[in-house]
């Protein structure tokens, strides 16, 4: 086997370990508000989960595409074996890390800080595709701002709406709603997040000559699929107690209201082709529902650990892809 061909499987092998530590690492937050409400049993919450992001990686392509092409260009890459290699080892690294200390970092900001890393420690900083980067840049900072936003005004929504029923019987009827919205969360987690993956194997395979157009491999689709459908059977708790219990407390109208919240913002990222934190967006629709339910109700503390994260994630897996590429480079 030559080299190029061997770092080309070991590409694939890790791209499909990112979507699989993806699947355990963010479909936890997907499912937190229904598991943290009692709405699914957490086992019943797995199945459903893994089903729904089995069903949405196969659904679309276009952020898939908006990685292959939208941070660096595949067809001219330098060492670009290297490079998607070092990005692979660094954002694994990062989200083991983050979901050892049960923070809910972002998947997201670890693998395009990585690949953008790796990148700039091969070919200096003129090989990032800066109108791509921006724009993606710009989807990842704006989606939370926005999930905040809706979270705040559905609550505010559900509690004038809802004001003169009764509380338990609100609440009971809200937990059923919550399994068609937790699937619903899911099914869009799928959507987005495991696209990425499928970006990254298909710029190794155009990077090295084994594709060469911008479609992706079906193959690659489904593999992406049940690698992060497998990682989401394994389970997440840590993230789910920190995001569903540690935020706020969460009831099932507040639940159903940051579910429905998370997953548009989520499903209209995906139509623009634009990748996004699951993290972040769910996070931050709990964060807004919770600040217009009762603002002393959220833990602020939490919430400014988790936002440092996110903001630390992009810059510490570059600096860390860049360490990696340069270690891969010397022994390779």
Known sequence: MDVTLMITVL???GALAFDFINGFHDTANAIATSVSTKALKPRHAIILASFMNF???LTFTGVAKTITTGIV???TIHNGSVVILSALISAIAWNLITWYYGIPSSSSHAIIGSIVGAAIAASGFGSINYA???K??????LSPILAFIIGFIVFSIFKVLFRNHSLTKSNNRFRRIQIVTAAFQAYTHGTNDAQKAMGIITLALIANNYHKTMDIPFWVQLSCALA???????GGWKIIKTVGNKIMKIRPVSGVAADVSSASIILSA???HLPVSTTHVISSSILGVGASNRIKGVNWGTAQAMVFTWIVTLPASAVLA???YYFLNFIL
């Open 11 to 13: 590409i694939v092998i």
């Open 55 to 57: 069903i949405g990686a």
């Open 73 to 75: 260009d595949p067809f």
């Open 132 to 134: 791509g980067f921006s």
């Open 136 to 141: 993606i840049a710009q989807s990842l900072f």
């Open 228 to 234: 992060m459908a497998l990682g989401t059977s394994v």
């Open 270 to 272: 995906t139509f623009l």
């Open 322 to 324: 860049g360490v990696v």
